[in-house]
């Protein structure tokens, strides 16, 4: 325990909500955030873009460390996310944008795609109309086959989505030039990274853009590389430290570390400004707030240390017992951690709504339907939880059963990913 931790864990009652985020989220916050500030410095880097909603409390805590030990490095928060950056790509290449939303998605709808296409209910239903479509049926990879090919041959949806992307690209456009993307300055995206597709999606739009530069992200961690542009990570690495990666819960993470404010889904200009347009916030803001408020006691105490020597290795010494803390809550709660974080909600589809709890009341049937046999034999389970092993603590007969399953479930998409990972460069795709 460093002397931070030794000075700040006793302000926080044992067993509590802001205990458990002084004592297992904060050194993981901590030490990410110095490394992203050492390799700024280190590489000549003026300017971070920490990206929505991951971002926003490495933004607070690396604006505060800047402003107490001098750096030179400014800090800016860049609103963003996959659906308000892809679609405006879209209408450069329509069949290419088509095959991209009836892609890899395990519960699919016709609905479903019009949405991510950024179609209105007025166009949705239109367009439906029109192909004779049940927008909530689902379908197999078969019927997505055949719903992109009536989406291609479609006019109506081809038009309604070559519109909705044009007018998305110049909201965008505007917002990124705003910001200073373009502005000749040297900068790099933070994020938590996980398959590097949000830097391919800014390198695609920048460069359609006319940017010269060359994109660069620093992320948490990587089970995939970006295909454009330069990339480093802290806790693991495409095809690296597979134990950390067999380690990672991403829903957690996402969910513990992600800002109040609801998703971007696109860009309006209001009074010559650029401004986001934002989704509906996530819920239990109360609990949210009150870990916000340890986030910020924790950067507080850390900004009153002394400006290590170098900051990358300060954060590479902190690396491991950070992610050891971390790691513990997220693989193996306890009934307290796993009650008081799992109340808090996720949402995979964030356009639907349908929020969910982060640890999912599941029987023990549904705990048992994702472990590796049952996966195998009967493909994925129906009904899942965004944090297993937090379901597993509050609701399974035996938890720890099913954290050394779900540790091998864990293993095995580490494992695929290093593999994919090693033919890419075999076949020369770095």
């Known amino acids: ?20 985020t002084a004592e297992k989220l904060c050194p993981a916050l901590g030490a990410f955030t110095q490394w992203v500030l050492g390799n700024a410095l280190k590489e000549g880097v003026s300017r971070l873009y920490f990206l929505a909603r991951d971002g926003w409390f490495p933004y607070g805590l690396a604006r505060r460390l800047c402003a107490s030990w001098g750096l030179p490095v400014e800090c800016r928060y860049l609103f963003g996310s996959r659906y308000a950056w892809r679609l405006p790509l879209y209408h450069f290449d329509i069949p290419r944008a088509v095959n991209v939303l009836c892609g890899k998605s395990k519960v699919l709808s016709p609905e479903t795609v019009l949405r991510q296409g950024g179609l209105t209910q007025q166009e949705r239903e239109e367009v439906l109309g029109d192909l004779k479509l049940d927008g909530e049926a689902g379908s197999c990879l078969k019927e997505r086959v055949w719903l992109e090919e009536q989406l291609l041959n479609c006019s109506s949806f081809c038009a309604c989505l070559e519109h909705r992307s044009r007018k998305a690209f110049s909201g965008l456009e505007g917002y990124l030039r705003q910001e200073g993307l373009l502005d000749g300055a040297s900068w790099a995206l933070v994020d938590s990274g996980w398959m590097g597709s949000t830097q391919e999606t800014l390198s695609a739009v920048l460069e359609q853009m006319d940017f010269q530069g060359i994109v660069r992200g620093y992320y948490a961690g990587l089970y995939r590389q970006p295909r454009q542009g330069i990339w480093d ?28 404010h609801g998703m971007t889904v696109g860009y309006r200009q209001v009074a010559g400004r650029f401004l986001p347009v934002l989704g509906k916030p996530p819920a239990h803001g109360e609990t ?53 974080l799992g109340e808090l909600t996720f949402s995979h589809r ?4 349908g929020e969910t709890p982060l640890a999912v009341r599941l029987s023990e049937e549904e705990l048992r339907s994702n472990h590796i046999p049952r996966r195998l034999l009967q493909g994925p389970s129906a009904r899942t939880s965004p944090w297993l092993p937090g379901s597993a603590t509050l609701y399974g007969k035996c938890p720890q059963e099913h954290f050394q399953a779900f540790q091998r479930v864990r293993w095995a998409r580490a494992a695929v990913h290093a593999i994919k990972s090693g033919a890419r460069k075999i076949y020369g795709e770095e």
């Open 1 to 20: 325990m460093d002397d931070t931790q030794k000075e700040f864990l006793p302000l926080k009652p044992p067993g509590t909500l802001e205990a458990i």
């Open 233 to 260: 990570c802290f806790f693991f690495r495409p095809g690296r430290d597979l134990a950390f990666q067999a380690g990672m819960e991403p829903s957690f993470f996402e969910c513990v570390f992600s800002a109040s």
């Open 288 to 340: 949210r707030g009150k870990m916000a408020g340890v986030f910020r006691d924790y950067g507080a105490c850390l900004a009153k240390r002394a400006l290590p020597g170098d900051l990358c290795s300060q954060a590479g010494a902190e690396r491991f017992p950070a992610w050891e803390k971390l790691c513990q809550v997220m693989t193996r709660p306890t009934w307290e951690e796993a009650k008081l």
């Open 350 to 353: 964030p356009l639907e709504g």
